[in-house]
């Protein structure tokens, strides 16, 4: 059984990376310039669509699972996107003032994630001062702390920025109910055409989000342009697996256990399949890192996590 998914898998693949190619989502088309004829193909998963019908549908899949996303997460990966979003967090380390947009950013776990970082981090740096004023009286030490306690960030600022209402809605609602309220902003808006100014972010993200995107080439040029200079792009996505036991196993839990899941706790199949579906047509770690150079960042690299099946991409705007 195993075997067969496997075979089954490395023929969707291939059938996935040929289409890649024939709708010009390489390399070569992406560096070709321009913004790909109204007319042009893509996929949705397996199926191959208009790109405008790919942007529908994709805000469909998310417009139906948004009440239901949080808990499809927790369920579908055991927990484990947890552990890949902290992962994610400790790779970014960002300080106090740092300001960051998060893409595709849904229902916030990264800004959530984010806020939570940088609060430690402040209360850190602020123990680190106190600890070297050793004679200040015990009025100063508490006026010291109470003026802190208003700048607990540092003036770090989160803008959580998605496509999809519904999405955003859910995100908001998680933000009051968890007590986030200082340092976050929601905007509605689309990773290929961003409301924001050149130049504006110290940090980008998009966890989760690119393999959604219909020209990733756009998204990353995006990225590129409302970084501030030596500002960092990272992203967090389903990636390619390079262990063929751990392949065979994924591609057996993906396909028979996943789209189950979907339908008994969402009441959604084919928004699960076309998540497993998207995972194996979206770019490897090379491919992407390639993108990544072509519009201009440097010093791209990347790292597995799960042998591959899932990859955190970063690179700089120097
Ligand atoms: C799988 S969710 C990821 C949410 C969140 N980042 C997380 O890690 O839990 C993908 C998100 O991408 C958003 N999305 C899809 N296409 C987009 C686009 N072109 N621009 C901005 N957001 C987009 C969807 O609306 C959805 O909220």
């Not at 998540?275 to 194996?280: A, D, G």
Request: charged share 20%.
């Amino acid at each position: 059984m195993a075997a067969s998914m496997a075979v089954a898998s490395c023929w969707v693949l291939r059938g996935c990376r040929d289409q890649r190619l024939l709708l010009g989502w390489g390399r070569r088309l992406c560096s070709g310039g321009g913004r790909a004829a109204a007319d042009a193909r893509t996929h949705f998963g397996f199926q191959t669509v208009s790109e405008e019908e790919k942007g529908e549908k994709v805000y469909q899949v998310f417009e139906n699972v948004a009440k239901k996303y949080d808990i499809m997460n927790d369920s579908m990966s055991l927990g484990i996107h947890r552990i890949w979003k902290d992962i994610f967090l400790h790779q970014m380390n960002p300080c106090p003032g740092t300001q960051l947009l998060d893409v595709a950013g849904g229902t916030g776990d990264i800004a959530f994630r984010f806020l939570n970082y940088v609060r430690s981090q402040r209360e850190h740096q602020v123990r680190q001062q106190l600890r070297t004023h050793q004679n200040l009286s015990w009025q100063e030490i508490t006026k010291l702390y109470q003026e802190e306690e208003h700048k607990s960030l540092g003036g770090s600022h989160v803008v959580v920025c998605d496509i999809n209402k519904e999405m955003l809605k859910v995100g908001k609602q998680k933000s009051q109910c968890l007590g986030y309220s200082e340092g976050l902003s929601w905007v509605l808006g689309n990773a290929e055409e961003l409301p924001f100014n050149n130049d504006s972010f110290d940090v980008y993200t998009i966890a989760f989000g690119i393999r959604n995107v219909t020209h990733i080439d756009h998204a990353l040029q995006e990225a590129y342009r409302v970084l501030k200079p030596g500002g960092r792009f990272l992203c967090l996505e389903f990636s390619h697996v390079n262990n063929s036991l751990v392949s065979s196993l994924y591609d057996l839990y993906s396909f028979q256990v996943i789209p189950v899941l979907g339908e008994v706790i969402a009441g959604d199949w084919k928004a699960y399949q076309y998540l497993v579906e998207s995972i194996r047509c979206f770019l490897t770690q090379e491919e992407l890192k390639e993108l990544m150079e072509d519009v201009g960042f440097l010093k791209v690299e990347y790292r597995n996590l799960g042998s591959g099946i899932v990859a955190i991409h970063s690179g700089f705007k120097l």
